[in-house]
């Protein structure tokens, strides 16, 4: 867990801690903890992640007009109104088309949250950090499932993919302070 922090209450200590059982962020452990589909990749040895790391997954750039998709399902904490981060690369070449990347969750009762929308003429041709908040509705009294997408809609021409890394999901835990 992170730093110890007094909250405005006064009697709470929130620390910043890690979502539960939100695995394998850096895709390190290949597709371990995560599904793919559509033509998506996730590779683990040899690719080009961020940071110079070995993990990515790899959405779109497959010269076909269909849906990729990346995507994890896990437990999020009591009351966790989380931040989700993650590294994005968009390489953009003009003659190779067009994609889009939707970032989502799906909450306990299967409804879709978009929590971003990026399109390969918008992003740079390096690793940019992204920070996304979860809706309030995902805040709950008791532990839930919840399921994290990445969607690309690629087009025919596209031969440049999204690439993803370092996924991660960071939760306010409230803890009592021993008297």
Same mark, same amino acid.
């Given at each position: /867990?992170?730093?110890?922090?007094?909250?405005?209450?006064?009697? @709470?200590?929130?620390? !910043?801690?890690?979502?539960?059982? %939100?695995v394998n962020g850096g895709f390190e452990n290949g597709d371990t903890g995560w599904s793919a589909w559509g033509g998506a990749v996730i590779w683990h040895t040899g690719a080009y992640g961020a940071g110079g790391t070995s993990g990515v997954a790899e959405l779109g750039g497959?010269?076909?007009?269909?849906? *990729?998709? @990346?995507?994890?399902?896990? @437990?999020?904490?009591?009351?966790?109104?989380? +931040?989700?981060?993650?590294? /994005? $690369?968009? !390489?953009?070449?003009?003659?190779?088309?067009? +994609?889009?990347?939707? &970032? $989502? &969750?799906? !909450?306990?009762?299967?409804?879709?949250?978009?929590?971003?929308?990026?399109?390969?003429?918008?992003?740079?041709?390096?690793?940019?950090?992204?920070?996304?908040?979860?809706?309030?509705? /995902? $805040?709950?009294?008791?532990?839930?499932? #919840?399921?994290?997408?990445? #969607?690309?809609?690629?087009? !025919?021409?596209?031969? *440049?993919?999204? %690439?993803?890394?370092? &996924?991660? %999901? +960071?939760?306010? #835990?409230?803890? $009592?302070? +021993?008297?």
């Open positions: /867990m992170g730093a110890l922090a007094l909250a405005a209450t006064g009697s @709470v200590a929130q620390a !910043d801690g890690p979502g539960e059982g %939100l497959h010269t076909a007009d269909h849906d *990729e998709v @990346v995507q994890q399902t896990f @437990v999020l904490p009591p009351y966790c109104s989380g +931040r989700l981060s993650f590294a /994005m $690369r968009s !390489d953009f070449v003009p003659s190779y088309g067009f +994609r889009e990347l939707t &970032v $989502r &969750v799906s !909450d306990f009762t299967g409804q879709n949250h978009q929590l971003g929308y990026y399109t390969n003429k918008s992003q740079s041709q390096t690793y940019e950090t992204l920070n996304l908040a979860l809706p309030d509705s /995902m $805040r709950r009294p008791a532990p839930h499932a #919840v399921t994290l997408s990445f #969607v690309v809609n690629d087009w !025919d021409n596209n031969t *440049e993919p999204f %690439l993803i890394d370092d &996924v991660q %999901l +960071r939760c306010p #835990v409230f803890i $009592r302070p +021993r008297k």
